[in-house]
């Protein structure tokens, strides 16, 4: 698969912050830098900005989850890249105040990604909004569609329509649950309903298949394309960077730092993190769940592998 | 995604017995079946049938290589099933003469599969038209035709079609390379040289694309789906039977007893095997090769995550 305006978007150290509280290391983020650097990598999503607040500390929720300024510029100098990707960082609704966003000529980050729910997608919209007059590329990525309302979304896509400061919309499987053929059934929507909007695609692993979704993705028009570094990501991980960039072909990509990267910086993680596919979170996908339940299973040692005591409890909750 | 005519056909045992060279146990064996009864799977392949010979003998090889009717019988007799699958063996072409097989009306074996590469279809044919003499459903699976000459793979395919004793002819992803857009192209090759047969399809999981090229082969019209319990098979696995289960919705097949085999006799095993997808089986499966380096690979402890190496070695090596 070629097509030009293809652009992958690397979100390793943020979607992988949420397994270890951001808790990388610079060294590994330098790392990750560098080989989406060399890669070809569009852009490289390096953590979240939240306000730091007494609950919000950067001793306990890791330095990743407020992205200062002065950290991301550590790690950009830490490479001289003729072409770097474009640096993103992710808002939260609800944990920023727009305060602390330097304007965009004098910020090392060049797109401010919005995660929000369906029912706040007002909320992103502003903040969008209020990033755009800064002078960034945004993002509006809405989070759990599988879960919410067909009129309320409809109603939201509409309204990021009508909303020029949104550069990209998102689909995101936040649970893991698509096929292939819901995929493309949620995109007629959004193409329906934001016609004007360039979209994103975000996908999860629950079910073996957020390489696969992310290629009917593609197949379906998407031209901003998330993935991590073997997957790493919250729970079942999201789609491989390097097997995505396998399946893209443009020579504008080179995959080989990606598996250098993973065997000399991602291989020693897998000891202390754990990520991808397994029994428990192919059934929470199955099912439409929010991950935090099999996280829990999974995080319990005596109970990490009882997937059939995890489905027998997920589907005998009373409705 | 439902439709009656689909049939799932488990080769856990015969797929997972590439790992251990055919040494389950007899409680593991029983304990497949048992699941399988239980699930509504229409056909469970319980291994190979080789001649035995100096070379090749039971303890060596394992009992499943072998399938003996009295062992079958022994797995069949262990679990009281109303309507219990199918059970089918593979010959291996070559490795094989028909008189050790009895008529389908005095066995226990209902399906004799037939693998071959597209050089030796003749051959398949040969095994398959002796089977149906003997009463016995067959299939010739095709193997590693992502490596195939095409005008070769043609012929065979017309070879086949034009051979009423064969009742299925099946598309097989030995090497883990395809994506949907090849289950496609394939299958319409398939369709237009073998138009009057039914068609099989078996994928591996090197790319993270067995459950999701399974799904693909299903849209394509195939009606008999390979897949094993929790992906277990040669190197990187198979289509994981129980996401094809949930995935199929057809009320015919009931996941639960799946789940259940996983947890209790799947998870202890995995300890003492290896299946399933890791970053040397994606390079291995994009470039299309046998699985047999990555194999080789993953066997050495010094060795088995240095991804990058093996794609250096893979890719420069002289062509």
Redesign the interface.
Same mark, same amino acid.
């Given at each position: 698969?070629y097509r030009k305006e293809i652009k992958v978007l690397d979100c390793t150290i943020r979607d992988g912050g949420l397994i270890n509280n951001f808790q990388f290391s610079d060294e590994f983020v330098k790392a990750i830098y560098r080989a989406t650097c060399d890669a070809g990598v569009d852009v490289m999503e390096i953590g979240k900005r939240l306000d730091v607040s007494d609950e919000y500390t950067r001793e306990k929720y890791g330095k990743w989850n407020f992205c200062d300024e002065d950290d991301i510029k550590r790690v950009v100098d830490s490479y001289e890249c003729e072409n770097r990707p474009l640096l993103a960082i992710m808002f939260d609704v609800g944990r920023i105040t727009m305060a602390s966003m330097p304007p965009a000529d004098q910020s090392v980050v060049d797109m401010v990604r919005t995660a929000c729910y369906v029912a706040d997608i007002d909320k992103g919209i502003d903040l969008a909004k209020r990033s755009k007059d800064l002078g960034y590329l945004t993002t509006i990525n809405v989070m759990a569609c599988s879960a919410a309302i067909k009129t309320d979304l409809i109603e939201g896509l509409q309204e990021i329509n009508r909303t020029p400061e949104v550069d990209y919309l998102y689909l995101v499987d936040s649970y893991g649950a698509f096929?292939?053929?819901q995929v493309t059934s949620y995109l007629e929507l959004y193409k329906e309903h934001a016609p004007d909007k360039e979209l994103g695609f975000h996908a999860h $692993?629950n &079910? &073996?298949?957020?390489?696969? $979704?992310t &290629?009917?993705a593609i197949i379906d028009g998407v031209n901003l394309l998330d993935a991590t570094v073997?997957g790493m990501g919250r729970g079942a991980g999201n789609c491989?960077l +390097?097997?995505l960039l396998?399946?893209l072909k443009n020579p504008k990509f080179d995959?080989?730092p990606i598996?250098?990267a993973?065997? +000399?910086n991602v291989?020693p993680l897998r000891d202390e993190m754990e990520w991808g596919?397994n029994?428990i979170y192919?059934?929470s996908g199955?099912l439409n769940r929010h991950p935090r339940n099999a996280m829990k299973q999974r995080a319990n040692p005596e109970t990490k592998?009882?997937?059939?005591?995890f489905?027998?409890d997920a589907t005998s909750e009373v409705g």
């Open positions: 698969m096929y292939s053929e $692993n &079910q &073996q298949l957020a390489f696969a $979704n &290629q009917q073997n491989n +390097e097997l396998n399946f995959v080989r598996y250098k993973i065997q +000399e291989v596919f029994d192919g059934i199955h592998d009882n997937c059939y005591d489905l027998m």
